[in-house]
């Protein structure tokens, strides 16, 4: 059974740091394109940033390049996204995802505020 579990939503002030992670199970997490998502209240889902299954090659939304970072440990089975100089508009549930072909897995979410 697939799972992915995030961790490490909460709320921060804006100009505050956050850090996600996401722990898989049941997959070989290393074969998996890995990739974090949000959600935003009345919003559709967006493509946070993905990090590839083999190369680590890294890909980011125009809206967080420069202040997320995204990296797996393909020993632990986690994927990571390391969030600085949060904005009220970062304001989402971030879900995990695993990619592989037609295989497609995720997780429940994390809520993450930005207020002050």
């Known amino acids: 059974q697939v799972q992915l579990v995030e961790s490490g939503g909460g709320l921060v002030q804006p100009g505050g740091s956050l850090r996600l992670s996401c722990v898989a199970s049941?997959?070989?997490?290393?074969?998996?394109?890995m990739s974090w998502y949000r959600q935003a209240p009345g919003k559709e889902r967006e493509l946070v940033a993905t990090?590839?299954?083999?190369?680590?090659?890294?890909n980011y939304a125009d809206s967080v390049k420069g202040r997320f970072t995204i990296s797996r440990d393909n020993v632990k089975n986690t994927v990571n996204l390391q969030m600085n100089n949060l904005k009220p508009e970062d304001t989402a549930v971030y879900y995990c995802n695993a990619k592989r072909d037609v295989m497609d897995y995720w997780g429940k979410g994390t809520l993450v505020t930005v207020s002050s």
């Open positions: 049941g997959v070989t997490f290393s074969s998996y394109a």
């Open positions: 990090v590839s299954k083999y190369s680590g090659s890294t």
